[in-house]
């Protein structure tokens, strides 16, 4: 006698009743998948973007927010900056590098980044088609960018102010796409690079004297900003969002913040304490919702069990003739354990597939998530703990009606019947 035929049968004689429990434990595996996925593939790009980041220094405000904006892109400066007072910080001895990052405007909700080459070199993504931008109004696409806006090299194209989509465009000014970069799924995928000098020529703030101390930058009077080679050093008229600073020695994790913070205008955040502190806040709400997985799963275990046990009390005839014919007490209890494990193995199987659809669909139609690089088609090796866990409920669920089973005398069932 084939058992999982037989299984297979009991299953299918109360269709709904196995419906519900399998629909049950399945959606309490899908938002426990669903949970794992977001939270995995977050921390993952978190601690990908934040890679050789030490300290953001900007306009004082929110430091999450500083973090937030210029790290991941997904919030609003917190101002900007003095170009003269972040020359300082540039050159404090504990400073091994000093990324400038000029923001203000977008092309479709893509967010155009002034800086230089270093930015790129930090994560280590080098330009796949044509070449860096060299000259003002040149532009390098991330990878994603390229992909949705379908651009080609020597494409113009006029930015809107503002980091979303409805602001003024600036049709007076274009411009034109010198480089394509390498996918590397970070941030630099959804974000369109230029100089900073090309964020102040769109608004307005290259004036003449600028050409001029780029004319005579090889003079011995001229002194180049180190963030910006262009400008003279100590040019109090510009402004930048912020910096992106590299320690050269681990003294500067404990003396620059707090030099930052109390002898300048600015502040001082360090990504490495903010992400910590924002995946506590997002700790709580993915909590409720394990919470909440967890009584679907014990609700369902509750009702497999019931099942089982149920069932048992009806089949206790079925159950005696199969042992006057031969069946052994053992094949009994294995048929019961069997029915236990296909049901919650159905169940935890339609329910990865559920939370594995549910992600790959918020990437279909959630623009955010796509950003993000979150992706349904990962898996990871908590799944296979998942299945694992899964059966084992089974078992335990069908353990009851099993022993039940192996106590079954059948002299009395079929005297009785």
């Known amino acids: 006698m084939n058992i999982l035929l037989l299984v297979w049968n009991y299953l299918k004689a109360k269709p709904l009743n196995t419906a519900l429990n399998i629909v049950l434990l399945s959606l309490g595996i899908a938002v426990i998948i669903v949970l794992l996925l977001f939270n995995?593939?977050?921390?993952?790009?978190?601690?990908?973007?934040?890679?050789?980041?030490?300290?953001?220094?900007?306009?004082?405000?929110?430091?999450?927010?500083?973090?937030?904006?210029?790290?991941?892109?997904?919030?609003?400066?917190?101002?900007?900056i003095n170009l003269k007072e972040a020359e300082r910080i540039a050159k404090n001895?504990?400073?091994k590098n000093a990324i400038p990052l000029a923001l203000g405007d977008s092309y479709e909700a893509y967010r155009i980044i002034g800086t230089d080459k270093r930015y790129a070199e930090l994560y280590k993504v080098k330009v796949e088609q044509g070449e860096w931008f060299a000259e003002e109004l040149e532009v390098v696409l991330g990878a994603n960018v390229a992909a949705m806006t379908?651009?080609?090299?020597?494409?113009?194209?006029?930015?809107?102010?503002?980091?979303?989509?409805?602001?003024?465009?600036?049709?007076?000014?274009?411009?034109?796409?010198?480089?394509?970069?390498?996918?590397?799924n970070t941030v630099l995928d959804n974000l369109i690079l230029t100089s900073v000098e090309s964020v102040w020529h769109v608004h307005d703030l290259h004036t003449e004297e600028d050409h001029q101390h780029h004319d005579h930058e090889h003079d011995s009077t001229f002194i180049a900003s180190p963030?910006?080679?262009?400008?003279?050093?100590?040019?109090?008229?510009?402004?930048?969002?912020?910096?992106?600073?590299?320690?050269?020695?681990?003294?500067?994790?404990?003396?620059?913040?707090?030099?930052?913070?109390?002898?300048?205008?600015?502040?001082?955040?360090s990504p490495a304490f903010e992400t910590a502190r924002l995946f506590s806040i997002l700790g709580v709400g993915v909590d409720i919702l394990m919470a909440f997985a967890y009584v679907l799963i014990f609700i369902s275990a509750l009702s497999i069990f019931i099942a089982l046990y149920n069932s048992l009390k009806e089949r206790r005839y079925d159950l005696a003739i199969m042992r006057s014919m031969g069946a052994?007490?053992?094949?009994?209890?294995?048929?019961?354990?069997?029915e236990g494990v296909v049901l919650t193995l159905?169940?935890?199987?339609?329910?990865?597939?559920?939370?594995?659809?549910?992600?790959?669909?918020?990437?279909?139609?959630?623009?955010e998530t796509q950003k993000a690089g979150i992706s349904g088609i990962v898996f990871y090796t908590e799944e296979w703990i998942i299945l694992a866990g899964s059966l084992l409920l089974g078992v335990l669920c069908a353990l009851i009606p099993?022993?039940?089973?192996?106590r079954t005398d059948i002299s009395k069932v079929l005297a009785g019947n």
């Open 346 to 367: 159905l169940g935890s199987v339609i329910g990865l597939l559920l939370g594995h659809g549910v992600v790959m669909l918020m990437t279909a139609f959630v623009a």
């Open 93 to 95: 001895r504990l400073v």
């Open 328 to 338: 052994t007490r053992l094949k009994l209890v294995v048929t019961i354990l069997t």
């Open 227 to 269: 963030l910006v080679p262009s400008v003279a050093a100590g040019d109090s008229t510009k402004e930048i969002t912020a910096m992106l600073l590299q320690y050269r020695s681990p003294m500067g994790a404990i003396q620059l913040p707090r030099f930052v913070n109390q002898q300048s205008s600015m502040q001082a955040a």
């Open 402 to 406: 099993a022993w039940q089973a192996y």
């Open 40 to 80: 995995k593939q977050l921390e993952e790009k978190i601690s990908e973007n934040a890679r050789g980041i030490d300290l953001v220094v900007g306009a004082k405000g929110s430091p999450l927010q500083l973090i937030l904006c210029n790290i991941f892109h997904i919030d609003f400066p917190t101002g900007n």
């Open 150 to 184: 379908k651009f080609k090299l020597n494409d113009e194209f006029a930015s809107a102010h503002g980091l979303t989509t409805g602001g003024h465009a600036h049709d007076e000014h274009k411009f034109v796409v010198k480089g394509i970069m390498k996918r590397s």
